[in-house]
């Protein structure tokens, strides 16, 4: 059993940036491969980034590939998505995610957070 609590969304404009914090809390945290996901406003939720459990493997979206980096420090139990240059396309609703195996699937997660809301305006 693992929660999730995300936290660092917010109102940012076109260029900005946002760092993205998933605390985690009930199993090893570091046994798990870690996901971001996005729901955009009337759009189903969509695959972001991952990371490894040892952080040795990640994974973007293509449209976020070189301006976000996701990273953990299994010391804090915690997954983050740095976020920059924002857009406003980059507006949703941002989850984290465990999962048992490396993948960007979102099937594949087994345990989600409820959310955090990311706002770019122009």
């Known amino acids: 059993q693992v929660q999730l609590v995300e936290s660092g969304g917010g109102l940012v404009q076109t260029g900005g940036s946002l760092r993205l914090s998933c605390a985690a809390s009930?199993?090893?945290?570091?046994?798990?491969?870690m996901g971001w996901f996005r729901q955009a406003p009337g759009k189903e939720r969509e695959f972001v980034a991952t990371i490894s459990w040892n952080g040795g493997r990640r994974d973007y979206v293509d449209f976020m590939k070189g301006r976000f980096a996701i990273f953990r420090d299994n010391g804090k139990n915690t997954v983050y998505l740095q976020m920059n240059t924002l857009k406003p396309e980059d507006t949703g609703v941002y989850y984290c995610?465990?999962?048992?195996?490396?993948?960007?699937?979102?099937?594949?997660?087994?345990?989600w957070g409820q959310g955090t809301q990311v706002t770019v305006s122009s």
């Open positions: 009930g199993r090893t945290f570091s046994n798990y491969a």
């Open positions: 995610a465990a999962a048992n195996t490396y993948s960007l699937h979102p099937l594949s997660y087994t345990y």
